[in-house]
């Protein structure tokens, strides 16, 4: 079946550093988002990339997509207290409709 | 984007019982969809319900144990049925983005606890 994982599972960072978190699918994905949950809360969307090798930028965060569209990656540069939550790709395979797949998640730890 | 409100934000049941989570979305929706996430664990689909027909459910979940109405293109709502601390979970309810915005919105979840 189809599987969505990423790794690390989970990665504790000092304040400043740098943080990535790499989501890797079974299947060529149509297109893949990227959502934040915080401690307690619900998942929040943040970006869609679908082009293959796709490069999207939101102020210290950095997505890609890759080129076989088959995986992709969040890097956050110098971590801030606030960045603290899981971070969950999901996965858009082809000719599935709305279905898609919650990858495994990475909880980002920062400390201070 | 859509906002959803969804209640009750957390529950403590009795095992043997029943819970109905419902969830209201401010604009009219297709498609609304059900996950539950257990703790520590990513999110997986139950069910998506669809307006005037049968929920589509996924593998692993069956109609008896989840039931789900969509009375209308607003609101539905999960049951949780014969709970077993198994249940124990968060469950969340989810709507696709619109217009330029294609992420999902989640409601803020149900934190249930089967004692």
């Known amino acids: 079946g189809q599987q969505v994982m990423q790794i690390p599972q989970y990665q504790h960072v000092q304040e400043g550093e740098d943080f990535t978190t790499y989501c890797n699918s079974s299947?060529?994905?149509?297109?893949i988002q990227w959502y934040k949950q915080r401690p307690g809360g619900h998942p929040v969307f943040l970006i869609q990339?679908?082009?293959?090798?796709e490069v999207k930028k939101q102020k210290r965060l950095t997505f890609q997509f890759g080129e076989a569209k088959k995986n992709s990656s969040l890097h956050i540069t110098a971590t801030q207290t606030t960045d603290v939550g899981t971070y969950f790709c999901?996965?858009?395979?082809?000719?599935?409709?709305?279905?898609?797949?919650f990858g495994t998640g990475t909880s980002l730890t920062v400390i201070p | 984007s859509a906002v959803i409100s969804q209640k009750p934000s957390r529950d403590i049941c009795q095992r043997g019982t029943s819970l109905t989570i419902q969830c209201q979305v401010d604009?009219?929706?297709?498609?609304m969809f059900w996950y539950r996430q257990q703790p520590g664990q990513s999110l997986t689909l139950i069910a998506t319900?669809?307006?005037?027909?049968?929920?589509?459910?996924e593998s692993g979940f069956v109609i008896d144990k989840f039931p789900i109405s969509r009375p209308n293109l607003t609101f539905s709502t999960l049951t949780v049925s014969n709970m077993s601390p198994e249940d124990s979970s968060i469950y969340l309810c989810?709507?696709?983005?619109?217009?330029?915005?294609?992420?999902?919105?989640f409601g803020s979840g149900t934190r249930l606890t089967v004692v």
């Open positions: 299947t060529t994905l149509s297109n």
């Open positions: 999901a996965g858009f395979p082809y000719n599935t409709g709305n279905q898609f797949y």
């Open positions: 990339l679908v082009k293959s090798g």
């Open positions: 604009s009219q929706v297709t498609m």
């Open positions: 319900a669809n307006q005037g027909s049968e929920a589509t459910y």
């Open positions: 989810s709507v696709a983005g619109q217009g330029h915005n294609y992420g999902y919105t």
